[in-house]
């Protein structure tokens, strides 16, 4: 992310309105309306690419005010270390509040129970994440989801309503016209909201570009090890051993997206750059998804499930 | 049509479909995806698969837009569904919009963003109560373009007379609406005619495929960017969103803003330009103040334009808050109390005249009573029905509102942010109703 003002063309409308101004614009008008129809907002920041292009929005939102937001990762502890130095260096670099709460806690009091231990925990997320809504009191939670990325996300509004059980019922959504949110909520109640809702993964990537956003090092290719299962790579770590008759190999591999390590699978690629990956983006012939996650893949509905449940 | 150059036009198109149930949007939208290779590998297979297990031999593109568990129980659409896809001309973003007409609100949802309308009918059935009442409502939310994809064009004998015939129906029933403009396009969803390729059939049209058409419309941006007739410019609003305060300690980082103090005026410029030294007048106080300081996150800027998300700084310390709207003086619209609208009633629960309601409109949100209900508009014959006592679900009504306080309003037809408003129950938080600014906007 950047923090020098670069030089930049005086207007926007004269060298034409971009794709990626005409979104950029409403995301920092749903942020703006965020901060104020809403008290006590955490803005949901992991260290992955979708939630640093929103808090670079909310940089360019509130500037030259500080992002109003407090940062509350949802940590997972089955962390990739490259993000976790990354999140936390964005984080003292701003000045921001982080607030971090992990699924390991929620394990370890007895308010997530594993029916596996090396399960992956990105579906436990969802306790941890209304355990932290009621401590601190968050009215409202702003995700980086996007609608490009799975269909039960295509279906949901901006700002989305949970009830005081944190769940989604899609059946019944607000109505959301015009750029006319409505963030009311009584207490214990909560509004999830996405400003990046109408992004897809190429405008992410160019809009990196353009903003010269920082990000981890695994989004771009490197070296490691991965053994292959099904049509996925799985990187070789710690808590992703090998398995018994599994060949490992070295590959030039990137991360599409960065989650729960156990489920978080990278793509081969050279493309080292923004430039490559933008230009990767835009052949890919797999959807991010499909590529990337595993635990997505066994259920058509897993995420609507999820979601009901009171996931982001 | 192809008057402005494509380059010329905004890079992102907004638009929706509609129409009666079975006229084949969910396979029209396949088609555009799948032919403008909108679609990954990994979607094809998925879509493969789920044909396959259906016992088709070939793919059935309408499968792609299945969304919800409960959807797919029902095998209908509930909710909008938002898609994306790109050509080298554009970025395009759909909004797959439901049918049915219960839920209408999901329909106008997805309706009050687009910049176009893609409307089907079935060359079999010709226009429906849903394709009437569809249209209204793409127009009663201000789409300004209309396309009526004629589709199925593949299962009628003669097809260049049941398109003619059609078009003319269609023609006589939108004029009434007032869309800048309504465009007629035969095509076949399932065999991809006229979609993206023009296909073999249907030789003796020679129009736009419909793609070509999305890819040169002009936007609302666009239409914003361009003079009004006359040459005229759009005159100023700008809605303020968000008063900032900076004072050193919540300033970011190597801003250049960490000493002294800042306050500005967040916003979106609804219509106009903003260029400095500027004279605004803020509203409803009435108070005027030149524009000190636009400024964004790449520094400040001489003027900005509509769309465009910036901080004003006046000259002087006026009492302004959000929801209030600067406008220029010489165009500025009057502060009213007493607004005329169009309803369309979206709740389970009816109206209770009676009960105040919360309003917001622009930035700003206010308690308003129903005044009165002129009348209820039948939108299969857009005949006016008088003096309903409540509204219902899908009821599109004329009504006078007394706001609580004063709120600068235009008609929806000159301006879009300012002249729309929803309606909130302050007893469930639920978005009950939303309406546009009448012509006769000033009570
Ligand atoms: N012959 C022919 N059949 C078509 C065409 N377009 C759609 N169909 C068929 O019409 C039926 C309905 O199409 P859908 O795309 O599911 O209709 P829909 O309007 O999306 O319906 P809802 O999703 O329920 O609102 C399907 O059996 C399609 O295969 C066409 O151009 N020609």
Redesign the interface.
Known sequence: ML??????P????QR??????????ES??IL??I??ECRNVALLFSGGKDSAVVLRLA??????????FTLLHVDTEHNFPEVIEFRDRVVR???LRLVVRSVGESIRNGRVRLRTPDEPRNPHQSVTLLDAIAEFGFEACIGGAR??EE??R??E?VFSFRDEFGQWD??N????????Y?G???PGENIRAFPI??W?E??VWQYVRRERIELPSIYFAHEREVVRRGSALVPVTGLTPAREGERVERLSVRFRTVGDITCTAPVASYAGTVDEIVRETER????ER??TRLDDQTND?AM??RKKEGYF | MRAIAP??R???LRFVTAGSVDDGKSTLIGRLLFDSKGL????ITALEAASRRRGLTEVDLSLLT?????EREQGIT???????F?TPA??F?IGDSPGHAQYT??M??AA??ADVAVLLVDARQGLQPQTRRHAYLARW?GIPRMVLAVNKMDLVVDAREAFERIRAQFHRFATGLGFAEVHEIPVSALRGDMVVSRGEALGWYDGLTLLEYLETAPTR?DDL?RSRPGGQSRPLRFPV??V???AGG????????EYGE?RGY???IASGEAALGDEIVALPAGTRARIAQI?????E?????A???V?LRLDTQIDVS?GDLFAAPETAPEATQDIDAEVCW?DAEPLVASRPYLI??G?ATVRARFASLAHRIDVDSLRLVDGPDTLHMNDIAHVQLRTQRPLAVDPYESN??TG???V?DEAT???VA?GTVGRGAQG
């Open positions: 923090t020098a003002i670069e030089a930049k005086a207007s926007r409308t034409g309105w971009s794709h990626l101004d005409a979104l950029e614009a920092i008008f703006r309306e901060a104020a940089e360019r939102a509130f500037f030259p005010e500080r992002v109003p670099d701003r000045g609608r490009d269909k039960a295509a279906k509004r899609p059946k959504q607000r109505p959301e016209l015009w750029s006319l409505n009311r909520v009584r809702s109408n897809t190429l405008d890919a012939r797999i959807t499909g590529a509905a609507e499930l | 380059a010329a905004a890079g992102l990954q590998a990994d979607q299945d969304g919800l568990l409960a509930i909710d909008v569904a938002y898609r994306y790109a554009r970025k973003i609100r999901n106008v949802t009050s963003t939310v941006h960017a969103q968000r900032v305060r900076v919540n300033a970011q980082p190597d801003s250049g803003f800042f967040q916003g979106t400024l964004t996150a790449d520094g800027l001489a003027h900005a334009s769309d465009m998300a901080t959000r979206f917001k409109q930035c879009r942010v729309a408003f929803i909130i938080n639920r978005t939303a």
